[in-house]
């Protein structure tokens, strides 16, 4: 009788230890975030695949190449090209537990203006076209920055602040005129240290004057004097990186 209760009695514990066990198992979180270890490294490499399959800088030479289109109001090409960044465009990262580095935020905004293109497309509204083209190419630079294959965040941010004040100035909103100028400022602050560390200090006098002219600006007609030059500057600043083989 004795045996048998001893036997009970131990196999009673070990069902209690095996029962503290499953708990404690089941109550410690996971590695990162709450997933095993196995299903955080396949998200890891799913983070490094999607930063590859999706072709930011290609995705960003249609948008150029669409708004030079839509410039020259060529409908059909603009139309081609945009067929050619959606194709693109379906590689995209989804965020979330698998791509924690893209922000559902970008994204939201990304369909969005997404959508407001192809309706400008359609309905040849020059205008807004622009605007939202735009607005994708500062949306994927940023996708790039967030995926690690953007070195140089201000470099983007530069083209589409040039972009945008040209636009605002289209339309006559001196406010949203000075704030982009603002951004300009700023943005230049940063980028002007490595631009004149190489063989461009012409380049940042030039700059310098144009951010001089913008400030001392006071009509609309002054910005859009302005624009077209500071396009061409723009332009041969991302030329000069480019060179550098940064892009």
């Not at 369909?111 to 309706?119: N, P, S, T």
């Not at 201000?154 to 000075?178: A, H, N, V």
């Not at 940063?190 to 913008?214: H, I, K, N, T, Y």
């Amino acid at each position: 009788m004795r045996g048998r209760l001893m036997y009970l009695a131990a196999a009673g514990g070990c069902f209690l230890l095996a029962g503290v066990v499953l708990w404690h198992h089941l109550r410690t979180p996971s590695p990162r975030g709450g997933r095993p270890l196995s299903e955080a490294g396949v998200s890891n490499a799913s983070v490094r695949e999607g930063a590859l399959t999706f072709d930011g800088r290609r995705a960003l030479e249609e948008l150029d190449a669409l708004l030079d289109a839509v410039e020259e109001e060529d409908w059909a090409r603009a139309r081609a090209h945009f067929s050619e960044f959606e194709r693109i465009a379906r590689a995209l990262p989804s965020p979330g537990l698998t791509h924690p580095d893209v922000s559902f935020a970008l994204m939201d905004f990304f369909h969005l203006y997404r959508v407001q293109l192809e309706r400008a497309l359609s309905a040849e509204d020059s205008a807004g076209a622009m605007f939202a083209g735009n607005q994708l190419g500062d949306i994927v630079w940023d996708l790039r920055v967030q995926l690690g294959r953007a070195p140089l965040p201000e470099l983007g941010r530069l083209r589409y602040l040039e972009r945008d004040l040209r636009y605002w100035s289209e339309m006559g909103d001196e406010q949203m005129i000075r704030a982009r100028v603002r951004g300009l400022e700023r943005t230049w602050t940063s980028l002007r240290p490595v631009v004149a560390s190489g063989r461009g200090r012409e380049l940042v006098e030039r700059f310098d004057e144009l951010l001089e002219q913008l400030r001392a600006a006071r009509a609309v007609e002054e910005y859009r004097e302005i624009a077209p030059e500071l396009e061409d500057i723009v332009q041969q600043v991302e030329a000069h990186f480019s060179e550098r083989g940064v892009r």
